[in-house]
């Protein structure tokens, strides 16, 4: 493994999760190229490490040479790329299939030791498009580069994440919330520190003992399964915005997921409605995180953290949680 330069590639290192993978591979002293259309955007990752520790790479993902470009040296390439919608000109063909594959061409050609990338909990299931393309994408991938190390993470939490914000901002301005399908869907929402440590594990752990992570899938879940209506309460617990559940069946919630696609941000999609008709959960009998030596974060020890904020009157208002 060390045979190579302490290098590794992070695509998406932008991103939400991407940004706590970054911050762990300096910490371990990697110099990381963070591959992105955009380099001022990973410009904030570099008070992480030293100075050119952090590499901010331009990548055009479509093509071949760029992405090779992007692994040429690297060790370890992480990839989390990854879009929730569709636009005219991104696709989720695109994005999880189509240039994940260029990057396990790339691994293989290029002597890549470790290559991780990040798919999503329930693909097998899901009947949304999102999931159909991060299902085919893994079959795509596999087939390019046996030996990638796939993670499927439930929804994600942390301060930055976009799922828990969004309602919490909901929560903040609307005084009814829908209950879609009725509010029963489960997810296993896990810590983006969490995630951030598997990919690591994944990538850097010798392979000994019986452990060896390449070629594996690993499903990563929180310790706490929760529906969606308990999602609500535990935001109205953490924001002191109790709001009134109005229960809206999925066929209703995809006429209004329509209007809500046109937004420049669509709030929601009708792909999502229907990513919601099927759990989101750790199935049995796969590998999950305690594989990889965590053991899972709850959600009471961050929400709190970032959730107070959207209290009224900031996060000081009530001194119980002050
Ligand atoms: N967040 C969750 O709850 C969750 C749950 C399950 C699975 N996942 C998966 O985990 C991975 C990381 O998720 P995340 O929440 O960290 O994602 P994110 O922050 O939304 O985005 C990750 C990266 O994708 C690139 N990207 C975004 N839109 C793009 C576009 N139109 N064209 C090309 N690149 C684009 C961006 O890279 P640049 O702008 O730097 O090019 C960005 O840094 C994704 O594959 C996601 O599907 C996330």
Same mark, same amino acid.
């Given at each position: 493994?060390?045979?190579?330069?302490?290098?590794?590639?992070?695509?998406?290192?932008?991103?939400?999760?991407?940004?706590?993978?970054?911050?762990?591979?300096?910490?371990?002293?990697?110099?990381?190229?963070?591959?992105?259309?955009?380099?001022?955007?990973?410009?904030?990752?570099?008070?992480?490490?030293?100075?050119?520790?952090?590499?901010?790479?331009?990548?055009?993902?479509?093509?071949?040479?760029?992405?090779?470009?992007?692994?040429?040296?690297?060790?370890?390439?992480?990839?989390?790329?990854?879009?929730?919608?569709?636009?005219?000109?991104?696709?989720?063909?695109?994005?999880?299939?189509?240039?994940?594959?260029?990057?396990?061409?790339?691994?293989?050609?290029?002597?890549?030791?470790?290559?991780?990338?990040?798919?999503?909990?329930?693909?097998?299931?899901?009947?949304?498009?999102?999931?159909?393309?991060?299902?085919?994408?893994?079959?795509?991938?596999?087939?390019?580069?046996?030996?990638?190390?796939?993670?499927?993470?439930?929804?994600?939490?942390?301060?930055?994440?976009?799922?828990?914000?969004? @309602?919490?901002?909901?929560?903040?301005?609307? !005084? *009814? #919330?829908?209950?879609?399908?009725?509010?029963?869907? =489960?997810?296993?929402? &896990?810590?983006?520190?969490?995630?951030?440590?598997?990919?690591?594990?994944?990538?850097?752990?010798?392979?000994?003992?019986?452990?060896?992570?390449?070629?594996?899938?690993?499903?990563?879940?929180?310790?706490?399964?929760?529906?969606?209506?308990?999602?609500?309460?535990?935001?109205?617990?953490?924001?002191?915005?109790?709001?009134?559940?109005?229960?809206?069946?999925?066929?209703?919630?995809?006429?209004?997921? @329509?209007?809500?696609?046109?937004?420049?941000? !669509? *709030? #929601?999609?009708?792909?999502?409605?229907?990513?919601? =008709?099927?759990?989101? &959960?750790?199935?049995?009998?796969?590998?999950?995180?305690?594989?990889?030596?965590?053991?899972?974060?709850?959600?009471?020890?961050?929400?709190?953290?970032?959730?107070?904020?959207?209290?009224?009157?900031?996060?000081?208002?009530?001194?119980?949680?002050?």
């Amino acid at each position: 493994m060390s045979a190579k330069r302490k290098i590794a590639t992070v695509f998406g290192g932008t991103g939400f999760l991407g940004r706590h993978i970054v911050k762990r591979l300096v910490a371990e002293g990697y110099t990381v190229k963070v591959a992105t259309r955009v380099p001022e955007r990973a410009y904030f990752l570099k008070p992480c490490g030293s100075v050119g520790q952090v590499v901010p790479f331009l990548c055009r993902y479509s093509d071949p040479a760029s992405v090779r470009e992007a692994i040429e040296g690297a060790s370890i390439v992480v990839n989390c790329l990854g879009i929730l919608y569709e636009r005219r000109r991104r696709r989720f063909h695109d994005l999880h299939n189509q240039i994940p594959v260029l990057m396990a061409e790339a691994c293989m050609r290029e002597g890549v030791v470790r290559f991780i990338h990040i798919s999503a909990l329930g693909v097998d299931q899901a009947r949304s498009r999102y999931a159909a393309s991060k299902r085919e994408g893994e079959r795509a991938i596999q087939a390019a580069c046996p030996w990638v190390t796939i993670m499927r993470p439930s929804v994600i939490f942390g301060p930055e994440d976009n799922f828990f914000n969004m @309602f919490a901002r909901l929560a903040q301005i609307f !005084p *009814l #919330l829908p209950l879609i399908g009725g509010g029963k869907t =489960k997810f296993q929402p &896990v810590y983006v520190g969490d995630v951030a440590q598997a990919v690591l594990v994944a990538a850097l752990r010798p392979v000994a003992g019986g452990f060896d992570p390449r070629g594996q899938i690993y499903e990563l879940g929180g310790p706490e399964v929760v529906t969606f209506r308990q999602i609500y309460e535990l935001l109205a617990k953490y924001t002191g915005h109790k709001r009134i559940l109005v229960p809206l069946p999925f066929s209703v919630a995809k006429i209004d997921a @329509f209007f809500l696609s046109l937004l420049p941000r !669509p *709030l #929601l999609t009708p792909d999502q409605v229907e990513s919601l =008709k099927t759990d989101n &959960v750790v199935g049995s009998g796969n590998l999950t995180l305690s594989d990889l030596g965590i053991s899972p974060t709850g959600m009471s020890l961050i929400l709190p953290s970032y959730l107070e904020t959207y209290r009224a009157g900031g996060r000081f208002a009530d001194k119980k949680t002050a």
